[in-house]
């Protein structure tokens, strides 16, 4: 992991106490409501549906266990709100629909699709004490919030991977230090989102990004950026077109510099839904595509390419990324046996079968001969996907120290990784992982969907996801079902912003508003640009909404004609494609009716 130097944590220092100033100077009248907003979103600090919101920065997804366990402390301690505050919230709730499931509870943390940490009820009057716990290991909110350049995320498995080319994680650090408070680039035509893998498969969802980079090497083993800049979700899903095909690695910064400064400069910034870059480049690609070679030639011409990565300043920044000293590495000669079924360990009959399903869900190769990377699962019914409690923190923290050299990973799909697992250490991990709730051998199931907050406590929610994400677990907990159908990307938002990513699902779930009640729309065969869905696409809508109780009978329907059609063990996208949208299309429909009929 990145280790900070004494400037980065004199800076996180000072940071948190400017805010505290100004929260002061708020509290005591000297800042004004309009004068204090932008102060606290710079900091990550939201007021939403109810209660103030914090987004805790996670660059590229990775955490220590000390961190995790700080995190915990703020969820027990802070994330608190009042039993009224409480009551209130939830009478308004009951008003909206009667669909079950849990919501608007309070000391956790939920991890997002953005690799970042969410806190719901912490009082604004206790943020200043949260800013120090946050400094005290490292971490903050800046650039969480905000039209600017966000959190860069990247693949959970960055470093590990068996198909990584480059390790992307010293520049997604480098582009981390020269983003943060970049003077040109703090008040944006609209919020600007980074992706980078070096891997290839793509975990990271490049193409859904406003910048997606892969790293690879050419013809001549140069390495170097294949630079996708455009994409997003939203009111108008776009795939980023590539915009550079091949751009030495070191150029990366000078080139997004040019990229960043074309958009803040011809940027919509009179209508919010028409200010993402997608919007420029899909009228302009041609046209923007020519003043960002522009721009960069003349950073070079001009300003020198201030910007150019050294040698010297790279293997700085990746000498933090080297393998942990704890981890033994064993010679080149060998290689990996991905096919040992229980690694050469001596199970308990009765934890057989169990175990054996866990290896072959949440446990994935590794670069290393002798470690694996392990999912611990963070979706379980009555808990909304990616929560966490404070007791669950710290025993992941306890679990992220005993067998994975004190570092963890937070996933696109809102779970968490351990990178550094020994192959001797399975089934310990498991036993311990079972214990604590984390061993559900769900990765990449029905089961495992991404959801976001929604209207349970986003202010900007159409509907709730929770209540309807928790449905959909409650029907599918029957595991030998679960592994029948296969792997399945279900995401759920709550609004058309897309927070929960439903336009890359396999199974989509939009919440949409009509006339003051909740409804959902479904689309099909969504994909994020991994392995299984193939290239990335948005999904298509099956037809008009449907209620929240007529949800889970439509994803029944669907998968039932999935299996239906399939051919042997061929993945539910597959067969999606292979028998037609329209097919699809016509089974969901048709489950409405049935509904409406009974």
Known sequence: MYQYTSFDREFIKDRALQFRDQLVRYQNGNLSEDEFKPLRLQNGWYVQRYAPMLRVAVPYGELSSAQLRVLATIAREFDKPTDQLLAEAQSKQDLIGSTPGPRLVKGVAHFTTRQNVQYNWIPLDKSADVMDLLASVDMHGIQTSGNCIRNITSDER??????????????AEILRQWSTLHPEFAYLP???KIAITGSTEDRAATAWHDVGLHLYKNATGELGFKVLVGGGMGRTPLIAPVLKEFLPANEIINYIEAVVRIFNRWGRRDNIYKARIKILVKAEQERFTK????EFDRIHKEDRAPHTITSRELERVRAMFEVPHKVTIQPKS??????KPAYDQTVSPEHRAAYTRWLDQNVAPHRLVDYRIVTL???RPGQAPGDATATQLEQAAKI???FSCSEVRVTHAQNLVLPWVHESDL???WLAAKAAGFAQPNIGLISDMIACPGGDYCALANARSIPVADSITQRFTDLDEILDIGPVDLHISGCINSCGHHHSGHIGVLGVDKDGQEWYQVTLGGSDGSALGGAPTPGRVVGPSFSSEEVVGVIEEV???YTAHRISKEPFIETLKRVGFESFKAVANAARLDRQGS
């Open 400 to 402: 992220c120290d005993d």
């Open 291 to 294: 003043e960002v070679d522009a």
């Open 158 to 171: 960055a470093g590990i991977a068996q198909d990584e080319i480059a390790d992307p994680r010293p520049y």
């Open 190 to 192: 609209r919020k600007f």
């Open 377 to 379: 699962s963070f979706k």
């Open 427 to 429: 089934y310990a991990l």
């Open 559 to 561: 998968l039932a004609h």
């Open 334 to 339: 060998e290689t990996l046996n991905a096919t």
